[in-house]
């Protein structure tokens, strides 16, 4: 072990990965499990069945007290007044630029009491941000919580059938994109109808001391229907799939809201947040370039940075890209000119000197087929 | 499982094959599992000249792609036709899979390549 792997940190699960056999790799300052069976295999037991992932390494930031609604429609895109209490949204943390700070999920867990989860590799710069923000609007304190959970995530069609039998919670109550308060396998925990796959699936906060106990239990409960533990490498082909940009490759400060599609996040009904100008602007003016999906025409793998052409021309950049296990293509992310985003639009990639065919499609890759559940 | 001693072997985790002058280039366990699920196998045409120690190719996993190092140099004659449409063959049988046929261009040419055991031996560092 080098210094560096022993300055890494670890998960409440993190011996229990080890000795399952998971492949190890540093990801955002932390040892986290990259592939148990197979990133293919356990990309599939996501769609056909269910997986189960550790994502302890997200930050989780709790604003509460009389000012914490303003606190927090300042620094969000989206509008929080809009949640009701036990619900969540997607949302941007931004820069006066309308660029990316993180993405966020912002859980109202009271009237005055807001959870933002955050990217691990961005928890230190958001909560500074933050609570220099939490400050100026006053009458709210901004706590990072990341240590207080460990965070599981069951995903996949059969997440429910798993997860119903070690709680109480009438799992068919909870409508996506809402949570609630439980037990599981005995363990306090909040358990919300959210995801990073695609897929159907409840994404558990659990005490760290117990995040052993819940993830085995959950295994045990899904041994009948094969459910089967799974890495970050899965995470990412099967967010891919579904089109969720991911900080760092999609979006970062140098893109704005709108650039990459997420205009659905942005409350422009709430009276003022951080980046709301430029981003008016931006609108009224038109984009000049756009987040678009592709799916390569030629064989080859477009991979993040990679350039995108234009009869011969560099005109964007890969920001994703793989070859997706469920739908069998290759396919991927990346911003160009809005001239050429249309689906349709015939592109190249510039994969390691060959230039490779590709078409621009629609987004999402892939999306479910909606159960007949309460969604 | 067990680095075969029919065959030598780079420190970039490629084996080669030798019979008389024609020899085959694999991946081997240590690198196909290092790689995860192969998808795509990249290779030159045959009659592309090869030379030791440069890439020749690549090969890509679902999260990756590397680079394919040439063992000895030479003259490409055959390429597995299995890999177009079974690149997981990799994963599976890393050893039995071989990528290229090569006509070497100096046979005796081994010198810089590790036996099995040495081999062996730098998977475990």
């Not at chain 1, 490759?249 to 140098?254: A, G, Q, R, Y």
């Not at chain 1, 991979?303 to 234009?310: D, K, P, W």
């Not at chain 1, 069998?328 to 249309?342: C, D, E, L, N, Q």
Request: proline share 5%.
């Amino acid at each position: 072990m080098t210094d560096t792997a022993a300055s890494l940190r670890t998960t409440p699960l993190h011996a229990r990965h080890r000795a399952s056999g998971a492949r190890m790799v540093p990801y955002a300052g932390w040892e986290m499990p990259v592939e148990y069976s197979g990133i293919v295999n356990e990309h599939l037991a996501v769609r056909s069945r269910a997986g189960l992932f550790d994502v302890s390494h997200m930050g989780e930031i709790e604003v509460a007290g009389k000012g914490a609604l303003e606190a927090v429609q300042r620094v969000s895109s989206n509008d929080a007044a809009a949640l009701k209490v036990g619900q969540a949204q997607y949302a941007g943390l931004l820069t006066p630029e309308g660029t990316f700070i993180d993405d966020m999920l912002v859980y109202r867990m009271g009237p005055s009491h807001f959870m933002l989860v955050v990217n691990a590799a961005n928890t230190v710069k958001d909560f500074a941000w933050i609570s220099e923000q939490v400050k100026l609007t006053g009458d709210a304190a901004c706590v990072d919580s990341s240590s207080r959970y460990a965070l599981l995530a069951i995903q996949g069609p059969a997440a429910r059938d798993v997860l119903q039998p070690l709680t109480g919670v009438e799992l068919s109550d909870i409508r996506y994109y809402w949570f609630s308060y439980g037990e599981v396998a005995a363990a306090r925990v909040t358990i919300s109808r959210t995801g990073y796959t695609g897929e159907d699936g409840y994404e558990i906060f659990v005490p760290p001391n117990m995040a052993d106990r819940v993830w085995q239990a959950l295994l045990e409960s899904g041994r009948h229907a094969d459910v089967i533990p799974c890495g970050l490498g899965a995470r990412d082909t099967l967010r891919l799939e579904a089109a969720m940009r991911l900080y760092g490759n999609d979006i970062d400060e140098s893109t704005t809201v709108l650039e990459a599609g997420l205009g659905w996040t942005i409350g422009w009904k709430k009276s003022d947040f951080i980046g709301r100008e430029r981003l008016l602007e931006q609108k009224e003016r038109g984009l000049a370039r756009t987040l678009v999906g592709f799916e390569m025409l030629e064989r080859g793998i477009a991979r993040q940075g990679y350039a995108v052409l234009h009869q011969g021309n560099r005109v964007g950049q890969v920001t994703s890209g793989t070859q997706t296990p469920f739908l069998k293509k290759a396919i991927g992310m990346a911003y160009v000119p809005t001239a050429f985003s249309t689906p349709g639009s015939q592109i190249e990639i510039d994969v390691r000197g060959r230039v490779t065919k590709a078409q621009v499609v629609p987004l999402p890759f892939y999306k479910r087929v909606m159960g007949s559940g309460v969604i | 499982m067990p680095y075969p001693a029919d065959r030598k072997y780079t420190k970039d985790h490629e084996w080669i094959r030798l019979n008389g002058e024609i020899a085959e280039v694999g991946i081997t366990d240590f690198a196909q599992d290092q790689l995860g699920d192969v998808v795509f196998v990249e290779l030159p045409d045959p009659g592309r000249r090869v030379t030791a120690g440069e890439s020749f190719g690549s090969i890509e996993s679902v999260k990756a792609v590397s680079e394919l190092f040439a063992p000895m140099s030479g003259e490409v004659l055959e390429v597995n036709p299995t890999l177009k449409d079974h690149p997981e063959a990799v994963n599976a049988t890393p050893h039995e899979t071989w990528m290229v046929k090569v006509r070497l261009s100096d046979p005796e040419a081994t010198g810089s390549l590790l036996d099995s055991s040495q081999y062996e031996a730098l998977t475990r560092t």
